[in-house]
């Protein structure tokens, strides 16, 4: 059996990363309904936006293992707290987007009128359903994951910024449309500015220098 070596795994890993970061700004600018509102949920558009919306995500949570595989050892204890709650994070979002791509379009089938959204979009629905933490402990794990690539310094640095600040863009988006629902517009922009981060790490994956090696911590043995 060939051996798969770890530029190969960084190549597709990488590829991925950035792949998955630039489709899903499509999905939300271009594919997705101008609304959530019920007229739009579950018809093609919808379930066409959503599909692309999980194909996106699952592309970056396989991508960011490469990512951390090859940048793990400048992100220190931050990095490594960080990347399980980044990791939930985009299983969260996969499974919500798969449900949206597939349940609520059979759902509506059966049950018209059933399953609106409000205009706060995808990242509203655990508020109301006992699972607060769930958001707000994915979104620390951005906030620690960009502030272990700022302080891993180097071309990693603004990427460490763009994600953490990607983190308060989205709430504060959230906040608006909540007390102003002509401004939905600001959700997937918000979405959009959080994916393309991602497609810049995919992009530091690919294009990075070999590591250089762990320093050993072992003294040598003379015998």
């Known amino acids: 059996m060939r051996e798969v070596t770890p530029a190969t795994l960084f190549r597709i890993g990488g590829g991925s ?10 999905a939300h600018l271009v594919l997705h309904p101008p609304s959530h509102a019920l007229v739009y949920q579950g018809g093609p558009r919808w379930v066409i936006a959503h599909a692309v919306m999980t194909v996106a995500d699952i592309l970056i949570l396989f991508g960011m293992f490469a990512f951390y595989a090859r940048f793990h050892r400048g992100l220190g204890l931050l990095g490594l707290a960080g990347f399980p709650l980044l990791c939930g994070l985009l299983l969260y979002m996969v499974f919500t987007f798969g449900y949206e791509a597939t349940t609520m379009p059979l759902i509506k089938s059966v049950f018209p ?4 959204t409000d205009a706060a979009g995808d990242l509203s629905g655990p508020f109301y359903h006992g699972l607060f933490p769930v958001p707000l402990l ?75 090696p762990a320093p050993s911590r072992l003294e040598p043995s003379f015998v």
């Open 113 to 116: 009128g059933e399953i609106a």
């Open 17 to 26: 990363l950035l792949l998955g970061g630039l489709v899903g700004p499509i």
């Open 138 to 212: 994915c979104a620390a794990g951005l906030v620690l994951f960009g502030v272990a690539l700022f302080r891993s310094g180097g071309s990693l640095r603004w990427a460490g910024v763009a994600l953490a600040a990607s983190v308060f863009v989205e709430f504060a988006a959230i906040i608006v449309v909540h007390q102003f629902p002509a401004g939905e517009y600001l959700l997937p922009v918000a979405d959009s500015i959080n994916l393309l981060v991602f497609a810049w790490l995919g992009h530091a994956t690919l294009t990075a220098g070999e590591q250089p």
